[in-house]
């Protein structure tokens, strides 16, 4: 739920800064847009707060989402 007409939230989770940066252009307008660069930067920022939606690469180093 939002709060004090918030921004909904998005998460981005790419290896690829262009990616990220191409989403997060495209998306910042009506939303707030925090990106991680790795699944495990992603694990940090999402023990601190939640995301109204979460947009992941599937096939990243590490950890993927496949």
Known sequence: ?????AR???????DEEQVRRLLADLLSAEYE???A???EEALAVLETRAFDLVL???????ITGA
């Open 1 to 5: 739920m939002l709060k004090n007409n």
């Open 56 to 62: 992941s690469d599937i096939n990243m180093t590490g």
């Open 37 to 39: 660069s790795s699944a």
């Open 33 to 35: 847009c925090v990106q």
């Open 8 to 14: 909904p939230t998005i998460l981005i989770i790419d």
